[in-house]
């Protein structure tokens, strides 16, 4: 059945990159950053998409014991960390499992975020839509689909932990 589904959209998947590829050359460097960017968002969110079907397929006992502790999620073993660089000009983020480096501006802007959003669901909203624009690397490396992840969770509670914000 699946085999038909894709057969069915292959000329429709063709005629559509053909598409794309002339509408490339009439794109400025900017829009091109930003159609790769949402391409990644994409395929960041197909990603986490499947991720997700697994636990069900597993509850259903379609995969191996094996395999289910192979596939246990990365929060466990790779708590969110914050490490600031020597020279204090970047900061090393740790989070589900992969490790980043940002700018000490970048980390500002989280800090402000933890601190100044109503709410911690706020604040959640505001670093994913913060991430999925200008970091969206972290968000794809520690598969990060929205703004509920715990890893989201624990980068905010890290942020707090490790920062405080000066008072006005």
Known sequence: MGKKK????????ARMVKELREAIEGIDEEGLLFLLRQA????H???VEE?????????????PAAQRLADA??????PVS????????????????????????????????CYGAETK???????????????????????????????LEALFAEVRATYRLKDR
């Open 73 to 78: 999620p990365a929060t466990a073993s790779a």
């Open 45 to 47: 969110n197909a990603r």
């Open 6 to 13: 894709i057969a069915a959209t292959e000329p429709a998947r």
């Open 82 to 113: 914050i490490e600031e660089a020597k020279g204090g000009k970047s900061v090393f983020l740790t989070i589900g499992g992969t490790r980043k480096i940002m700018t000490l501006e970048e980390m500002k802007r989280l800090v402000r975020i």
């Open 51 to 63: 991720l997700n079907k697994r636990p069900a397929q597993k509850a259903q006992g379609k995969a």
């Open 121 to 151: 669901s706020d604040a959640l909203r505001q670093l994913y839509t913060v991430l999925a624009r200008e970091r969206n690397d972290i968000l794809f490396d520690a598969r990060i689909g929205n703004a509920g992840s715990p890893l």
């Open 40 to 43: 990644q968002v994409l395929i």
